[in-house]
């Protein structure tokens, strides 16, 4: 499976996270996962929240478009990103 699909202009992504890393960013696929680095904890919806805004960046919207679907307190993660304006090069084009 790959860690991205289409539903219509939404991006469905699955992320795997590493809280508590000295440097935030992508690392890049594990497995069937996007990994990614957080400096924050996973307390108190922390981790999550830094994450929101990383893809909020990453994908030119709001946070508020950013939602998380499953594992709020997991490392594994699925978000539904609506409307992306832009997207990195290693994701297609829906």
Do not use: C
């Amino acid at each position: 499976m790959n860690f991205y699909r289409w539903d219509h202009h939404d991006l469905i992504l699955s992320v795997h996270i590493q809280p508590r890393s000295s440097h935030p960013g992508i690392v890049g696929v594990y497995g069937d996962k996007l990994k990614i680095k957080l400096t924050a904890p996973p307390i108190e919806g922390q981790a999550n929240e830094e994450l929101s805004r990383l893809l909020a960046k990453l994908f030119g919207v709001a946070k508020s478009k950013v939602l998380l679907l499953k594992g709020a307190s997991s490392k594994e993660k699925l978000f539904r990103i609506q409307s992306p304006k832009y997207w990195p090069e290693f994701i297609a084009p829906p």
